[in-house]
């Protein structure tokens, strides 16, 4: 196997990594999964379920998948390959390369819907007041017209490519260092301004106070999967990532620094969603067109209303673009360094075969009947491909990932590495506990569960 090491590159600084790592994380996960997901599942409840999994099971997970990458300074097949002599485990690096690639297919057409959104916006689509129902019917208009939603999922794949092919650092650090602090600032004016909508508080109540009657099984697997979703986990994403670390950077302290970021953003953006669904008076389990049908209801009751939602959804595309580029970046990761392709080939090449993947995706909102309600399975089919990818595949990753980090390579060669610049880590009996028999046994549990209920979806 040809390893191509001159088409790698790292990040500049430590910075660099937390803000591409970051980009990674926050996403369409943040903004339009969780709040639509927890919504699905009842408020309250399942959110506290979600947090204890990004404590318990997201930050350990991403120490181990940054701590390969460091080791082995390899895409996650390559990094399998050099840490075993095992044949199964370079196929869970394989495993995380096709769910990057299934991931990659749904979510390139929701984020193209964030275009169209900017594309709205700009022409004044949201300037004045808009009703629950103009605002959804913007939403289906779009969603459900098939050449434009084709066009758009083309659109947002050949933005991903045309950075990914430039490599990571140049492409993706400077698109973060100045959009994802406006988009923090953006995120906090809409929250005041939603929990101060009439009726507002019904939404927060709803968000934060725990209602354990109405969780679950399937609600908890839907919990750990937005947890895995949302930090970009259990497809080797952050095998990736941490392979261009910088050798002398703080390893530790900048996961968990991407993982309180990122878990604050999806926070935030339940804290707009609610409360403006309940002031509007939306139902909470719309599923997944909620986000997109109840911001433009705030818009219209904010000075310079307009201006705001130009900035929103442009800055929500970019959020997605960082995503997407990581996405596209593990599958070109391995086709540089294991098969020896060039940047740019991959990048169009996977690119182009992702964008053939997508197309039912695209028309499973209204504008096919058969990819609508998928073999009458009552399912439209971005839905399945998000839960089996996004949702059963990550899960099926992340295990596999505390296995290999716990019991087959080591705790202690992973400590080795998350500590090589010298930084040393707190809670390292924790981490070792968590990592060896807390998570696997917990995501174990998960899966049990969903198999003997039935309830997938
Ligand atoms: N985390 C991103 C989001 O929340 C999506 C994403 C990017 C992702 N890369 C990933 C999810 C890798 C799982 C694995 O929008």
Known sequence: MALATSDRGSWSSRTGFILAAAGSAVGLGNIWRFPYTAGENGGGAWVLIYLVFVLLIGIPVLLAELSIGRKTKLNPVGSFEALTKSKFWPWVGGLGVLTGFGILAFYAVVAGWTLAYVYEAVTGAFAGSISAEQSSAIFSNIISNPGLAILLTGLFLLLTILVVRGGVSKGIEKTTKVLMPLL?????????????????????????????????????????????????????????????????????????????????????????????????????????????????????????????AIAFYALLAIAALTSTISLLEVCVSYFVDNRGWSREKAAWILGAVCFGLAIPSALANGASPFFSDFLGSGFDFLTIQNNLWGNFSLTIGAILICVFVGWIWGVDKALGSIESSGHSMAGKALFRILIRFVCPAAILAVLIFIVITGNFF
């Open 184 to 308: 923090v600032i953006i995120l906090v004016i809409l929250a005041f301004r939603s929990v101060t909508l009439p009726g507002g508080m019904a939404g927060l109540s709803y968000l934060f106070a725990p209602d354990f009657s109405k969780l679950t099984g399937t609600g908890i697997m839907t919990a750990l999967g937005q947890a895995l979703f949302s930090l970009s986990l259990g497809m080797g994403a952050m095998i990736t990532y941490g392979s261009y670390f910088p050798d002398d950077a703080n390893l530790p302290a900048s996961g968990v620094q991407v993982a309180f970021f990122d878990t604050a953003i999806a926070v935030l953006a339940g804290i707009i969603i609610f409360p403006a669904l309940f002031s509007a008076g939306v139902a909470p389990d719309g599923g997944a067109g909620l986000v997109f049908v109840v911001l433009p209801t705030i818009f219209g009751s904010l000075p310079a209303g307009n201006l705001f």
